[in-house]
């Protein structure tokens, strides 16, 4: 990927020349702040309704900006950055950057069926969050590791993100077909403790300013009702070093 070195713990630099920053966001509409794919919400759905917290497990590129959006949405109350797809042995950031591993980044969203629905966190990811129109690329990351992904926890989740990508599809919202997977969750697997609400810590690092913070400011604009100012920290322990 070409910020590779830009995304390592400890060698994060602003590389980025005002020049380069201009370009890279006019040349990626995805992440301009005017440029979110607005989608109807899915027909089939969970109605909303009192119960237990429940999951979600999406993948969609870089963790940082899918954790820092869904942490910023009303009715979900934990955003873990973590990976999915592979074996506990090989849930290791460094390992899963090989793109070798079967992992995903991914996202594991708790949430209350009361205040959000299944459904709507998807129309969150498909709008805001990433681009399912591509499969194993998202702004600059690319790998299998960075794939577009609805890992699915039991047959109610399969069901309401397979439906909804057959009508998105169907209703031609994209200019390209979704490509997003539709997998079976077999374990969903917390990242290292320094990637926990990276997006909050570092506000100023060149990937989060380019790519992800105007993530957050379309789901502001596009999606309001379901927008929270202030966002529901992961609580991991991380120094802020900008």
């Given amino acids: 990927m070409s910020f590779s070195a830009s995304r390592w713990p400890m060698r994060i630099a602003a590389v980025c020349t005002l020049a380069s920053i201009s370009a890279i966001l006019w040349h990626s509409p995805r992440v301009r702040a ?127 993100a397979s439906a909804y990508i057959d009508q998105l599809n169907q209703s031609h919202a994209f200019r390209r077909p979704i490509v997003t997977r539709v997998d079976p969750l077999k374990a969903f697997f917390p990242a290292e403790d320094y990637h926990q609400d990276y997006l909050f810590h570092h506000p100023t690092r060149p990937y989060i300013a380019i790519y992800d913070l105007p993530k957050v400011e379309n789901l502001k604009r596009v999606l309001p009702d379901l927008y929270r100012a202030q966002p529901v920290l992961a609580g991991a322990s991380m120094v802020k070093v900008d």
């Fill in 34 to 160: 005017d440029a979110a794919v607005v989608v109807a919400p899915p027909a089939v759905d969970n109605e909303k309704g009192a119960g237990a917290p429940q999951t979600a497990v999406l993948a969609g590129g870089c963790f940082w900006g899918v954790q820092g959006v869904f942490e910023h949405v009303q009715g979900v109350q934990k955003v873990i950055s973590g990976y999915a797809g592979g074996e506990a042995a090989t849930a290791k950031y460094e390992t899963v950057s090989t793109g070798t591993t079967g992992h995903a980044e991914s996202v594991e969203i708790t949430f209350d069926p009361a205040q959000i629905s299944y459904g709507q966190l998807l129309q969150i990811a498909f709008s805001i969050a990433f681009d399912p129109t591509q499969l194993n690329r998202q702004g600059p990351d690319t790998g299998v590791q960075y794939r577009s992904v609805i890992f699915y926890a039991d047959e109610s989740q399969k069901r309401i």
